[in-house]
């Protein structure tokens, strides 16, 4: 990192206003009338995108850390994770109260009638106790190896994300295609390190 003359703590910041930048684009786009069409279907589709693009770039970190040798990398995963779920928390938020005018019952019947709604909603539920359990405190209340146990339900809340957008998306279904696509290969990575490390275990066993 020292070649890049910032510190590890100025790194983190410069990230940190990076990932706001997709919101003041989509702010400045709102206030400056730069938005054809449905603006507030607008707004949820660019909050869900981002927030898919941010969580799937948090579980691409340990792997391109791993491939790269860039160790630095590691500092990043969380925040970026964070931000993810802050974008899904506006996704959500957007969605019940400028599409549904916070009408429960309304939003009741979404969930029960139309398929990628219950998908959204079941990853955003697998995900309020990712977050929730993702401050430092918690991490070592938890210990290492159970909050890594839990967080590996991430996966999960990706999976059901990108059936959501399948779901949603009509004609075209090739964005959804590639980002489900991107989830397979890190699903992929992650399988075969815990095959390896079982053949390691076993092998030092039988040693
Ligand atoms: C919290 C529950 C969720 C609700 C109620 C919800 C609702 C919606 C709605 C209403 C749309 C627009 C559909 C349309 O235009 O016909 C949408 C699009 C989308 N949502 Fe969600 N969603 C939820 C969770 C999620 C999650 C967890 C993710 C990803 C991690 C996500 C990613 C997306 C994406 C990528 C799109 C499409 C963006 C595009 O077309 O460019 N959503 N969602």
Redesign the pocket.
């Known amino acids: 990192m020292s070649r890049f003359n910032l510190s590890i703590k100025n790194w983190k910041r410069l990230v940190f206003i990076l990932c706001l930048i997709p919101l003041g684009l989509l702010i400045w786009r709102v206030l400056t009338d730069r938005i054809f069409g449905d603006v507030i279907?607008v707004m949820?589709?660019d909050v869900?995108?981002w927030?898919?693009r941010f969580?799937l770039l948090s579980l691409a970190i340990t792997p391109i850390r791993k491939l790269s040798g860039w160790r630095f990398l590691a500092s990043f995963r969380r925040m970026i994770g964070l931000y993810g779920f802050f974008y899904?928390c506006l996704?959500?938020l957007m969605?019940v109260v400028l599409?549904r005018s916070s009408d429960m019952a309304e939003i009741w019947a979404d969930i029960v009638k139309r398929p990628y709604?219950t998908f959204?909603?079941a990853?955003?539920v697998v995900?309020i106790p990712l977050a929730a359990t993702s401050v430092n405190w918690m991490i070592k209340k938890m210990g290492g190896r159970n909050w890594q146990r839990l967080h590996r339900a991430v996966y999960y809340a990706m999976i059901a994300?990108v059936v959501?957008?399948y779901l949603?998306a009509k004609a075209d279904k090739s964005q959804p295609i590639i980002y489900g696509s991107i989830l397979a290969i890190l699903l992929l990575y992650r399988l075969f390190g815990f095959l390896r490390n079982q053949w390691d275990s076993r092998k030092s066993a039988a040693a």
Do not use: V
């Open positions: 279907n949820i589709r869900g995108l927030g898919m969580l899904i996704h959500l969605y599409e709604i959204g909603m990853s955003f995900l994300a959501h957008y949603l």
